[in-house]
């Protein structure tokens, strides 16, 4: 069974970090491009950042970029998405999701709340 | 970057009807785009890739349509499980953007 367990949320300062993990299971993280998607509670979705199967491509959304960073480790089949320079308005639940070889988040994890507040 | 824009925001329905949601992009996307059904506290299920190719395991009442800058989901005959919120989504280029959501209500 494929599953995707986040981790590595809580709560964080303005201006603080945070490391997200995505650990994989049921699949080999190797053979998927792998998403990073987050929501406001109560609000919609927005895709913050993906990357290809060797971590060669990566994608941000604008509102992010220069201060997250997505990796991988394969072998360890862990996805991993560092928060930096974190502000209020990047508070949301940040879901991973397994692309199904369409841009598409076939697959999702439950979810880690991040919250960013003094 | 592509925008996208799901009509209605909210649609109150009983179960059996018929509905259909929309979803407009800012700009030619061809066939792709994909929808999502969330219930509160859950994470996006994905229901429909490519416009119209049903993701395994969902139901055939669900279907889409469209192409260019013009997308539908229907579903034939709302059940309990489907009152929901409905997301669409375009997958032709980063940022993959979302719509706003459509949230659909039992009447």
């Known amino acids: 069974e494929v599953q995707l367990v986040e981790s590595g949320g809580g709560l964080a300062q303005p201006g603080g970090s945070l490391r997200l993990s995505c650990e994989a299971s049921?699949?080999?993280?190797?053979?998927?491009?792998m998403h990073w998607v987050r929501q406001i509670p109560g609000k919609g979705l927005m895709w913050v950042s993906h990357?290809?199967?060797?971590?060669?491509?990566?994608n941000y959304a604008d509102a992010v970029k220069g201060r997250f960073t997505v990796s991988r480790d394969n072998a360890k089949n862990t996805l991993y998405l560092q928060m930096s320079s974190l502000r209020a308005d990047d508070t949301a639940v940040y879901f991973c999701?397994?692309?199904?070889?369409?841009?598409?988040?076939?697959?999702w994890g439950q979810g880690t709340v991040v919250t960013v507040s003094s | 970057d592509i925008q996208v824009t799901q009509s209605p925001s909210s649609l109150s329905a009983s179960l059996g009807d018929r509905v259909t949601i929309s979803c407009r992009a800012s700009?030619?996307?061809?066939?792709?785009l994909s929808w999502y059904h969330q219930e509160p506290g859950k994470p996006p299920k994905l229901l429909i890739y490519?416009?119209?190719t049903l993701q395994a395991g969902v139901p055939s009442r669900f279907s889409g349509a469209g192409s260019g800058t013009d997308f539908t989901l229907t579903i034939s005959s709302l059940q309990p499980e489907d009152f929901a919120t409905y997301y669409c989504?375009?997958?032709?280029?980063?940022?993959?953007?979302f719509g706003q959501g459509t949230q659909l209500q039992i009447k």
């Open positions: 700009q030619n996307i061809a066939t792709h």
């Open positions: 999701a397994r692309d199904n070889y369409y841009n598409s988040g076939e697959h």
């Open positions: 989504q375009q997958t032709l280029s980063v940022p993959y953007n």
């Open positions: 049921g699949f080999s993280l190797s053979r998927y491009w």
């Open positions: 990357i290809n199967m060797d971590g060669s491509i990566i």
């Open positions: 490519l416009t119209s």
